[in-house]
Antibody, heavy 119, light 112 residues
């Protein structure tokens, strides 16, 4: 069974960089599939942030592209998110997820990690 | 602001059938891109409910069904149960945004 777990600071100061890591168990990232990050502001809907392949190939939401970096560490079976110059509008629950074999949806999700941007 | 529009809420009594619409445009659903649906129970992560417009992952009850026509898609829940009370999101691809994954605005289903 594929499992994903987000980890990282729950509080980030405005203008700083948000960093989260997703650890995957039950499946080797090196074996394939794309992996992604999605966020959900409190009480609001879902927003896709970006995705990465085990080779390191990435694609990002154009609305966030200038501030987002997603990387992968196959030796640790992890992938990571960095979001720079954060503001209060970036306060959200951040989910990591696996992109399905059809590459069109997300079939496994982590439990989510709340990140609050505040001084 | 999402390019996929859903009603904010729908409700029904136990045993009834409810439907949730997902309205898009010619750059997403109308262009032929698949629609997928997720269920988000309170305080939990979304769960894939329907993929490829009409398909259910293993373990999803057949009370849930999806359909697609033109620039819209729908999720139907028949035989509504208390455990179905949740938020539901549609998701597709939008060529005008070059965004590989766009989500609907979300619908809260309340079981009366």
């Amino acid at each position: 069974q594929v499992q994903l777990q987000e980890s990282g600071p729950g509080l980030v100061k405005p203008s700083e960089t948000l960093s989260l890591t997703c650890t995957v168990s039950g499946y080797s990232i090196s074996s394939g599939f794309y992996w992604g990050w999605i966020r959900q502001p409190p009480g609001k809907g879902l927003e896709w942030i970006g995705s990465i392949y085990h080779s390191g190939s990435t694609y990002y939401n154009p609305s966030l592209k200038s501030r987002v970096t997603i990387s992968v560490d196959t030796s640790q079976n992890q992938f990571s998110l960095k979001l720079s110059s954060v503001t209060a509008a970036d306060t959200a629950v951040y989910y990591c997820a696996r992109v399905s074999v059809t590459a069109t949806n997300f079939d496994y999700w982590g439990q989510g990690s709340l990140v609050t941007v505040s001084s | 602001q999402s390019v996929l529009t859903q009603p904010p809420s729908v409700s029904g009594a136990p045993g009834q059938r409810v439907t949730i619409s997902c309205t898009g445009s010619s750059s997403n659903i109308g262009a032929g891109y698949d629609v997928h649906w997720y269920q988000q129970l309170p305080g939990t992560a979304p769960k894939l409910l329907i993929y490829g417009n009409t398909n259910r992952p293993s373990g999803v009850p057949d009370r849930f069904s999806g359909s697609k026509s033109g620039t819209s898609a729908s999720l139907a829940i028949s035989g509504l149960q208390a455990e179905d009370e949740a938020d539901y999101y549609c998701q597709s691809y939008d060529s005008s945004l070059s965004a590989y994954f766009v989500f609907g605005t979300g619908t809260k289903v309340t079981v009366l």
